[in-house]
């Protein structure tokens, strides 16, 4: 497995929680390390993005809720989800991109937030 999603689970509306990406060190020359999700009968979405430069990216839904935070020396990178709602639900995949080819995915991890 070269992207391994963790942190998933079922927490109440206005709770938190953490996930977190291991990437295996085969993969080399990462630009961008992001999060999408996909919620039950709707299309795969953006959630957050970190580039090499630090710079951060997030869909307008989460912005101010989710931070995307990365550390290099462990080849992870995480997402802190604060303020959780049930529209929050969803397989939550983490993805990286490098120069010269095309994305890499994992494996999805399921948050579940009730009301």
């Known amino acids: 497995v070269q992207l391994q999603a963790s942190g998933g689970g079922l927490v109440q509306a206005g709770g938190s929680l953490r996930l977190s990406c291991e990437v295996s060190?085969?993969?080399?020359?990462?630009?961008?390390r992001s999060w999408y999700r996909q919620a039950p009968g709707k299309q795969r979405e953006f959630v957050a993005r970190?580039?090499?430069?630090?710079?951060?990216d997030y869909a307008d839904s989460v912005k101010g809720r989710f931070t995307i935070s990365r550390n290099i020396a462990k080849n992870t990178h995480d997402l802190q989800m604060d303020s959780l709602r049930p529209e929050d639900t969803a397989v939550y995949y983490c993805?990286?991109?490098?120069?010269?080819?095309?994305?890499?995915w994992g494996q999805g991890t399921l948050v579940t937030v009730s009301s």
């Open positions: 970190i580039v090499v430069n630090g710079q951060t």
């Open positions: 993805r990286v991109d490098r120069n010269g080819a095309g994305p890499t």
């Open positions: 060190r085969s993969i080399r020359g990462i630009i961008t």
